[in-house]
């Protein structure tokens, strides 16, 4: 049984990063997948921000307005999404979840965290 879990902190200030973890379980990030994040802000659809494939390649959102990066740590079994200069527009509940096919059907998902960028 493949299990994410997303964790990083609940607050963070406004032009600060903000960094998450997904760590996995049951399953290899190095295995033939793809490794999302998406996120959903309040009153709003979910919204897909990047992935980083078995190989370690990324790819993100063109649409996204604040700079973002993927990355991982295949000793840890982990990846981390970070967004620099963050604004209230980022706050959201953030997901980390698998596919087989890049942006498609996703077929493990973690539970969600919430974060709010306040100041």
């Known amino acids: 049984q493949v299990q994410l879990q997303e964790s990083g902190p609940g607050l963070v200030k406004p032009s600060q990063t903000l960094s998450l973890t997904c760590t996995v379980s049951?399953?290899?990030?190095?295995?033939?997948?793809?490794w999302t994040w998406i996120r959903q802000s309040p009153g709003k659809g979910l919204e897909w921000i990047g992935h980083?494939?078995?190989?370690?390649?990324?790819v993100y959102s063109p649409s996204l307005k604040t700079p973002t990066s993927i990355s991982r740590d295949t000793t840890k079994n982990q990846f981390t999404l970070q967004l620099n200069s963050t604004t209230p527009e980022d706050t959201a509940v953030y997901y980390c979840?698998?596919?087989?096919?890049?942006?498609?059907?996703?077929?493990?998902w973690g539970k969600g965290t919430l974060v709010t960028v306040s100041s």
């Open positions: 979840a698998r596919s087989r096919v890049a942006q498609a059907t996703y077929d493990y």
């Open positions: 049951g399953g290899s990030i190095t295995s033939g997948y793809y």
């Open positions: 980083i494939g078995a190989s370690g390649k990324t």
